[in-house]
């Protein structure tokens, strides 16, 4: 189901396009979703609302740490491991700027929509 939603980005939002579809594929659509549902399962006991926020924020967390990973295995900084690791650094302290922010606007607003849709169909608090 991701990959569907990621070749309409990559085709008609011209946003990573097909060459990064795979690549994009892993990092938004399976590790960050397994993460994200991995810290609901783990906060649900406590508090929904809890789980909803921190599922979404750990999710795009993860997107952008695989992705930082996947940056830094096919531009290193230098040959070897070591070289690998320095890109990591780099590219994870250049997405933290950015999307540490985001992630956060997006588990909020994640957690609006959920009270949202709660409000109108009282059903879905048995998620």
């Known amino acids: 189901l991701s990959s569907i939603a990621l070749l309409y980005q990559a085709l008609l939002l011209a946003h990573g396009g097909l060459t990064t579809l795979g ?3 892993v990092s938004m659509g399976i590790i960050g979703p397994i993460f994200g549902f991995i810290a609901y399962k783990a906060i649900k006991k406590f508090s929904l609302s809890a789980a909803i926020f921190f599922a979404a924020a750990v ?3 993860m997107t952008y740490v695989v992705t930082s990973l996947q940056l830094a295995l096919a531009f ?3 040959p070897g491991i070591e070289g690998v690791m320095v890109s990591a650094v780099r590219f994870l302290g250049i997405f933290a700027v950015t999307q540490v922010p985001l992630a956060i606007i997006e588990a909020f607003i994640a957690v ?4 949202s849709i709660k409000t109108y169909s009282p059903e879905v608090s048995t998620v």
Do not use: I, K
Not at 112 to 115: A, D, H, Q, T, V
């Open 23 to 25: 690549a994009n594929t």
């Open 59 to 61: 999710a795009d967390f």
């Open 76 to 78: 290193p900084a230098f």
């Open 112 to 115: 609006m929509l959920f009270r």
